[in-house]
């Protein structure tokens, strides 16, 4: 089954960058659906960026639009999320989903998704 790795998690101050990365591997041809979700304690897990992979469509929630960026490098496996201008709020431990060609996630919720990472922890001081 396909396996997924993040990481690039950190500490970082309010209004510094990080970026994540998850590399898939194993039966990749069959991802069609990747995505960033994230879960900060207490509360439920939330869909922050997710692409179509054969098309490159992005979606973003709406509190990350214009701070965060989702891409893909298909040469490597590897889907990114460049987090700039960070808040505490932003605070989480991020995960990357991968769903298959036939299969229907949500676009921006955690349901449906077929493939999860173990997880990188961002943590945002102010």
């Known amino acids: 089954q396909v396996q997924l790795v993040e990481s690039g998690g950190g500490s970082v101050q309010a209004g510094g960058s990080l970026r994540l990365s998850c590399a898939a591997s194993?039966?990749?041809?069959?991802?069609?659906?990747m995505g960033w979700f994230r879960q900060a304690p207490g509360n439920e897990r939330e869909g922050v960026a997710t692409?179509?992979?054969?098309?490159?469509?992005?979606y973003y929630a709406d509190s990350v639009k214009g701070r965060f960026t989702i891409s893909q490098d298909n040469a490597k496996n590897t889907l990114y999320l460049q987090m700039n201008s960070l808040k505490p709020e932003d605070t989480a431990m991020y995960y990357c989903?991968?769903?298959?060609?036939?299969?229907?996630?949500?676009?921006?919720?955690?349901?449906?998704?077929?493939?999860w990472g173990q997880g990188t922890q961002v943590t945002v001081s102010s």
């Open positions: 194993r039966y990749t041809y069959s991802i069609y659906y």
């Open positions: 989903a991968a769903a298959r060609r036939g299969e229907a996630p949500g676009i921006l919720s955690p349901r449906g998704w077929t493939y």
């Open positions: 692409i179509y992979t054969p098309t490159g469509t992005t």
